[in-house]
């Protein structure tokens, strides 16, 4: 079955420092990669996506590539902000048959900004 | 401001009563997905729904069950209340059934006590 490993948290960053978080992910077709961030007590946002191989996604600073060769799809940001602290999610759709694209997610990277 | 709208916000009720969540899927989509959020199972697919047909069934218990109606709005219905059903229950829509970006509710904060 499909599966997504990221990276145990918390991560606590000062500002303006570079972000990684790593993900990796197991899935039997070609899925689609996303990055949902969730901020405290709010729901999940898309932050970024990749629909297929060697495709970069991005957004507000934040970017991450689809890498099938290593079935990575790591998120990064050369400079985090106090505004970035918030819960992200790596998460992967694929179709698991009668066409159903339900999201697999990671469980989960906070990160923590301090000024 | 994602477009899909829950309710309620917040609920809380006791062991072995019934409860439903209410989602409205942004304008346009057709695919209602709904997922429940815990501490010890992180983000976990429960089921789906296309145009008021269920479509895709994942880690849902048989004490819940859902449904879209012809509005395409959806209800999760949860019986049975165990204390373990406390979570947060996000509904997510997107455009079709296919490799679409599904966009995420506020979520309804159940509370079992």
């Known amino acids: 079955g499909n599966s997504v490993t990221q990276m145990e948290g918390p991560v606590t960053l000062s500002e303006e420092a570079f972000l990684t978080i790593n993900c990796t992910y197991t899935?039997?077709?070609?899925?689609?990669l996303f990055w949902y961030v969730q901020y405290p007590g709010e729901g999940l946002q898309l932050l970024l996506k990749?629909?297929?191989?060697?495709d970069k996604g991005s957004n507000k600073g934040f970017e991450a590539t689809y890498r099938k060769e290593t079935t990575s799809f790591h998120l990064e940001k050369g400079s985090v902000q106090v505004s970035d602290s918030a819960v992200y999610f790596c998460?992967?759709?694929?179709?698991?048959?009668?066409?159903?694209?339900?999201?697999?997610f990671g469980k989960g990277t906070k990160l923590s900004v301090i000024p | 401001d994602s477009g899909v709208t829950q309710t309620p916000k917040h609920l809380i009720t006791a062991t072995g009563q019934r409860v439903t969540l209410r989602c409205s899927p942004r304008?346009?989509?057709?695919?209602v997905y709904w997922y429940q959020q815990s501490l010890d199972q992180g983000l976990q697919f429960l089921i789906q729904?296309?145009?008021?047909?269920?479509?895709a069934k994942g880690n849902i218990l048989e004490r819940f069950s859902a449904q879209q109606f012809p509005d395409l709005h959806s209800e999760l219905n949860l019986s049975s209340l165990e204390l373990g059903d406390s979570a947060l229950y996000f509904c997510?829509?997107?455009?079709?059934?296919?490799?679409?970006?599904?966009?995420f509710g506020p979520g309804t904060r159940l509370t079992v006590l």
């Open positions: 997510a829509s997107s455009l079709g059934q296919g490799m679409d970006t599904q966009y």
């Open positions: 899935a039997t077709g070609y899925p689609s």
């Open positions: 990749a629909t297929k191989a060697d």
């Open positions: 998460a992967l759709s694929d179709n698991s048959g009668a066409g159903s694209y339900q999201l697999t």
């Open positions: 304008s346009g989509d057709l695919s």
């Open positions: 729904y296309y145009n008021g047909e269920e479509r």
